[in-house]
């Protein structure tokens, strides 16, 4: 008999958008999404320091149903994508289906229902979870002496203070990833002066910007075949050349990408000191590449100074470096990225048989596809453990994700099913298979990044993005469990 499917879904950033939109398409209306924050946007909304951007094409960085005419720039910054998502929930009705400043606590799957509970002590139960709860919004703090002894004024990228002036400061930037790099240029001409404090050089993809003209964006206006047509032409220019060239580190385009930015380094730093102290030494991409126009323009300007000798501890004044130097600040930026390893902890999910989500990835996370677990029936993660998280646009890849869910689906509303699932020996192959081609991809050439997990295999999804589609376009029924 069919079934009515209530779906629950934890996260409204991105994915948990989509995820509402794409449920009442398919005929799933009895939505409801459960947000911590009291606004959408996910990482937008908690990624609000200066110069913060998204380093995939802003037409490729779109929903592939709602296209943007809009867009300002090749690469957005960041309020606009938030702008973005609001402007598609408003269009949609999103928030009907939200309830804002809900922390989700505890989820229980009883044999047939997910049972879940929020901070404030709300109840609620659905047949099916979507897990749209995002990678990068849980802040990683570094472990240095005497981090709450400063006097001035403490922040992380993703807690930025909007409030607090910089003008005529003194600043410090302890980290050197995309958030570090991204402000640098941003604020260096506003205050006194910037130390930025590098434990490892990243080579810098150098990336023009370009606004779009109100005639393109009329045209686009006037013709919404235009940006699907666009949408599509990135997305293949897109998958056929970085994302290819990630996942071969012997590749041609990998060499290509990496001439750029060795091109981009010698080309743009002029003294040799300052050059040879921002030269990585490991590959190009090993990290995740950062892109940026104009780090290197902003970290050259009289006011700016790289530190790279090791810090020793924070103290009130500012940061002493391990040769005994104090550098005297009045804003201490922690640039120093997230906790990659979260997923939907610190929720406690307990799944079949008392199984609970901290044990079964006790050793790390893992998910067949990235999407399921073994053990937690009807669980599904948008961007789980182990996707693309560092090679595509990761809309396209939740759109792709959701399309396979929505096939997972099917008997469960058919009344086939009551819970679908992973199968144990599905995931372990697929996690075998995963772990030795990982061995092929510029992320194992021998770097330390937030890529790799504690074995020092990459994170990521190390096959190409037509390889990606086509292990989602339908699932393997072998590869589930069902009952």
Same mark, same amino acid.
Request: hydrophobic share 40%; with cysteine.
């Given at each position: ?8 879904? =934890? ?6 958008? /989509?995820s509402v939109i794409r449920c009442r398409q398919i005929g799933l209306p ?21 110069? $913060? ?20 720039? #090749?690469? +957005?910054? !960041? ?5 973005? @998502? ?33 901070? +404030? ?18 802040? +990683? ?28 400061? &003194?600043?410090?930037? =302890? ?15 506003? $205050? ?32 919404? !075949?235009?940006?699907h047509t666009l949408h599509a032409e990135i997305s293949e220019l897109f ?15 990998? #060499? ?34 950062? $892109? ?14 790289? *530190?790279?000798?090791?810090?020793? &501890?924070?103290?009130?004044?500012? *940061? ?13 930026? @922690? ?8 997923? /939907? ?9 008392? %199984? ?7 050793? #790390?996370?893992?998910?067949? @596809?990235?999407?399921?677990?073994p053990g937690f029936p009807n669980l599904f993660m948008l961007n789980g ?9 990761? =809309? ?11 096939? %997972? /689906? ?38 330390? +990044? ?21 292990? /989602? ?11």
């Amino acid at each position: 008999m069919a079934r009515d499917l209530r779906v629950l879904v =934890i996260g409204a950033g991105m994915a948990g958008i /989509l995820s509402v939109i794409r449920c009442r398409q398919i005929g799933l209306p009895d939505v409801t999404v459960y947000e911590k924050a009291d606004r959408l946007g996910g990482t937008w909304r908690e990624n609000r320091y200066p110069g $913060v951007a998204c380093d995939v094409p802003s037409h490729l960085y779109s929903y592939s149903f709602a296209p943007n005419p809009e867009w300002t720039h #090749r690469f +957005s910054p !960041g309020p606009e994508i938030q702008e973005y @998502l609001e402007a598609v929930a408003a269009e949609y009705d999103v928030d009907r289906d939200v309830r804002y400043g809900e922390e989700v606590t505890d989820l229980r799957w009883d044999g047939r229902r997910w049972h879940l509970r929020t901070a +404030s002590g709300i109840v609620d139960e659905g047949d099916v979870v979507i897990a749209a709860t995002g990678v990068l919004h849980h802040p +990683s703090y570094p472990d240095i002496d005497g981090l709450g002894d400063f006097a001035g004024t403490t922040m992380h990228t993703a807690r930025w203070d909007e409030s607090l002036p910089l003008a005529g400061r &003194r600043v410090g930037i =302890i980290g050197t990833g995309s958030s570090a790099i991204q402000t640098v240029p941003t604020i260096v001409d506003e $205050v006194a002066h910037l130390s930025l404090f590098q434990r490892t050089a990243q080579w810098v993809m150098p990336a023009e910007n370009p606004a779009y003209t109100e005639e393109e964006k009329a045209a686009f206006r006037a013709d919404p !075949g235009l940006l699907h047509t666009l949408h599509a032409e990135i997305s293949e220019l897109f998958s056929n050349g970085f994302s290819d060239a990630v996942v071969d580190a012997d590749s041609e385009g990998m #060499r290509r990408i990496e001439e750029a930015c060795r091109a981009n380094l010698e080309g743009n730093v002029h003294d040799p000191d300052l050059r040879e102290r921002l030269r990585p030494d490991y590959r190009a991409g090993c990290k995740r590449l950062v $892109v940026s126009p104009n780090f290197y323009d902003g970290i050259q300007r009289p006011n700016a100074e790289l *530190v790279t000798e090791p810090i020793d &501890r924070i103290e009130a004044e500012g *940061v002493r470096t391990a040769a005994g130097h104090l550098h005297e600040l009045d804003v201490l930026v @922690l640039a120093t990225g997230f906790r990659v390893d979260r997923f /939907l902890r610190p929720i406690q999910v307990v799944g079949t048989d008392g %199984l609970t989500l901290d044990d079964a990835w006790a050793r #790390r996370p893992s998910a067949y @596809l990235s999407i399921s677990t073994p053990g937690f029936p009807n669980l599904f993660m948008l961007n789980g453990p182990n996707g693309p998280v560092g090679n595509f646009s990761l =809309i396209e890849v939740a759109e792709v994700q959701f399309d396979y869910i929505a096939q %997972l /689906l099917e008997p469960l509303r058919a009344g086939e099913a009551t819970w679908v699932c992973a199968g144990e020996a599905a995931t372990d192959a697929f996690e075998e298979e995963r772990t030795i081609q990982a061995d092929n991809t510029v992320w194992a050439t021998g770097c330390n +990044s937030w890529y790799l997990d504690d074995r020092g295999v990459p994170m990521a999804w190390p096959w190409n993005f037509q390889e990606y589609r086509d292990r /989602l376009a339908a699932p393997d029924p072998t590869a589930y469990v069902r009952g």
